[in-house]
Structures are given as structure tokens and as C-alpha cells.
T-cell receptor
Framework: AQSVAQPEDQVNVAEGNPLTVKCTYS??????LFWYVQYPNRGLQFLLK??????LVKGSYGFEAEFNKSQTSFHLKKPSALVSDSALYFC?????????????FGSGTKLNVKP | SAVISQKPSRDICQRGTSLTIQCQVD?????MFWYRQQPGQSLTLIAT?????????ESGFVIDKFPISRPNLTFSTLTVSNMSPEDSSIYLC???????????FGEGSRLTVL
């Protein structure tokens, strides 16, 4: 079965500091991994994805994520956090084995960036 | 890209009633997806709606409880039937217009069932 885990319910960082939001995955087959962000009272927005290729993936709003096969992780990172980055972040994996249209989302991590 | 409009954005409903959520996309898409986001929890796929055929439901979701219509390539509805407080959730419509996994979501419909 496919699944992702986000071990932290909440991450607090100061503006200007680097941030990391953690995600680990469990998949059958090659992992198709995604990060989405949900701002208050808004739908989810795509940030970035890893399908194949370079382990460091760059996405929207200065975010990047590092795919680590040995650790089965896909952590989201940003070198310098902004207050406007405060939102709910979801890691997701695509079910490439049984149902290509199905995504499994993590439980979400609330990022709080303090000025 | 795709712009998705959902209605209603929120509603408060009485137990035992039904509510229909509408999802309008600004472009034609083959599949539309309905997700549920329960309070403090993750997103769960309810069903995939294809134009011209019956929706495909995920385990734990049935057509009698969540009937879906897909009359054309830009519109879909999800009905939450015979609601109970456990149905209080945010319901999200989503599309993947380029089939790349880059999902676009509506802003969601927040249902509270009393």
C-alpha cells in the first residue's frame, strides 16, 4: 500500500531562518511524490513534485524538496522563511501501481513563521 | 492550469438532510476528483467522476451516500445524503488537467452538520 507520513503536526520557525517540513513515504514501485500548500480558507496549491531525475527538486515560492531513497524521505525545505509561508503543508504520493488517479496525502504540517 | 469554483463555500445543515455541492472548471477535463478533508485530518479521495459514465468510488464511500453527477466536461456535483454530524468536513473538488499529477483544487465547501 502507498502512504506518506508527516511526523510533525506543527513546525515553528523565525522569519529569515531555514525551514524543513518532514515527509517519509512507503510505496510499491517508484515513488511519485508531491508537496501541496493550503493557505487559510483556500484550496490546496501544488508546490513541487518528484518523478525521476535530480534528487533536489525546486518548486514554487522558493521551496525545494530533497528526495532520499535510502531514507524514504521527501522533506520540504526553504533557505529563508517568510511570514507569508505560514500555512498547512501536505505531502502526497501517487498510486502508480494500482490507481494512477489516486493520491495519498499525509496528515499535514502546520508551518508557523514568526516575525 | 485550471480555475475551479465550488458552491457553496460553507453551509450549516440539519441532520438527515442532503446537500449538493457544485464544482465548475474553467476548462474541459476528463476526470474530476472529489476529496473529503475532515477536521484536523488529511484529504481522502471519495470518488473519481468521468463524463458519460458512473463515478468510481473509493473504499468506504458508496453511491447512495455520495451520489455524483458529471453532465459535461466542465461541471460536476457531489451530494452528501442523509447527513449526520460525522459528515462535517471540507469537501474539495480537484482536477489534473495535464495528467501530470499537478492537481488543482477548488477552495472547498465547508459543511457543518448539526
Amino acid at each position: 500500500a502507498q502512504s506518506v507520513a508527516q511526523p510533525e503536526d506543527q513546525v515553528n520557525v523565525a522569519e529569515g531562518n531555514p525551514l524543513t517540513v518532514k515527509c517519509t513515504y512507503s510505496v510499491s514501485g517508484n515513488p511519485y511524490l508531491f508537496w501541496y500548500v493550503q493557505y487559510p480558507n483556500r484550496g490546496l496549491q501544488f508546490l513541487l513534485k518528484y518523478i525521476t531525475g535530480d534528487n533536489l527538486v525546486k518548486g514554487s515560492y522558493g521551496f525545494e524538496a530533497e528526495f532520499n531513497k535510502s531514507q524514504t524521505s521527501f522533506h520540504l525545505k526553504k533557505p529563508s522563511a517568510l511570514v507569508s509561508d505560514s500555512a498547512l503543508y501536505f505531502c502526497a504520493v501517487r498510486d502508480v501501481r494500482y490507481n494512477f488517479n489516486k493520491f495519498y496525502f499525509g496528515s499535514g504540517t502546520k508551518l508557523n513563521v514568526k516575525p | 492550469s485550471a480555475v475551479i469554483s465550488q458552491k457553496p463555500s460553507r453551509d450549516i445543515c440539519q441532520r438527515g438532510t442532503s446537500l449538493t455541492i457544485q464544482c465548475q472548471v474553467d476548462s474541459q477535463v476528463t476526470m474530476m476528483f472529489w476529496y473529503r478533508q475532515q477536521p484536523g485530518q488529511s484529504l481522502t479521495l471519495i470518488a473519481t467522476a468521468n463524463q458519460g459514465s458512473e463515478a468510481t468510488y473509493e473504499s468506504g464511500f458508496v453511491i447512495d451516500k455520495f451520489p455524483i453527477s458529471r453532465p459535461n466536461l466542465t461541471f460536476s456535483t457531489l451530494t452528501v445524503s442523509n447527513m449526520s454530524p460525522e459528515d462535517s468536513s471540507i469537501y474539495l473538488c480537484s482536477v489534473d488537467p495535464s495528467a501530470t499529477g499537478e492537481l488543482f483544487f477548488g477552495e472547498g465547501s465547508r459543511l457543518t452538520v448539526l
